[in-house]
């Protein structure tokens, strides 16, 4: 017999909120023909390389802008495919509590972690089309802060 917990969230709306997603840039290239197996997603996956970057910050229009970037499969002598994801999201916040240092640690700390279900998702769908198997952006591990 199995048992659950209900859990209350008490979420309150954030002061910074996400209002637009764009894709900058996609780019897959298959690179071999043969099957994939467990094992070459595993090394697909193991050189996902992820980057992020705040590209401004504008206090006149309280708006953040952020990039997140993937690269998939450079880094291997001969990989399935090479794949390159970039989607840019833009931040709405309110609020006159944020100086341009709390807002660049905001955008560190928070947006690309926002972005990311976004990039996994683009990716996954991408990839499905492909003779290989789905390429699945893996878990990360978020930092904590206190």
């Not at 002061?15 to 900058?24: A, F, K, W």
């Not at 992020?52 to 990989?79: H, M, N, Q, Y």
């Amino acid at each position: 017999m199995s048992t659950t917990t209900k859990h209350e969230l008490a979420l309150e709306h954030s002061d910074v909120q996400l209002v637009e997603i764009n894709l900058s840039k996609v780019a897959f290239e298959i690179k071999s023909d043969k099957v994939s197996t467990p094992e070459d997603i595993d090394a697909i996956r193991d050189a996902c390389k992820i980057s992020g970057r705040t590209v401004s910050i504008d206090e006149a229009k309280r708006e953040i802008t952020v990039e997140l970037a993937v690269k998939v499969g450079f880094d291997l002598d001969e990989p399935l495919y090479t794949f390159e994801y970039v989607i840019i999201g833009r931040f709405a916040y309110r609020g006159n509590e944020y100086d341009s240092a709390r807002l660049e640690l905001w955008a560190r700390n928070n947006a690309i972690y926002t972005l990311i279900p976004f990039l996994r998702e683009g990716m996954y769908v991408t990839t499905l089309t492909s003779k290989h198997a789905p390429f699945l952006l893996p878990m990360f591990t978020i930092p904590l802060t206190t």
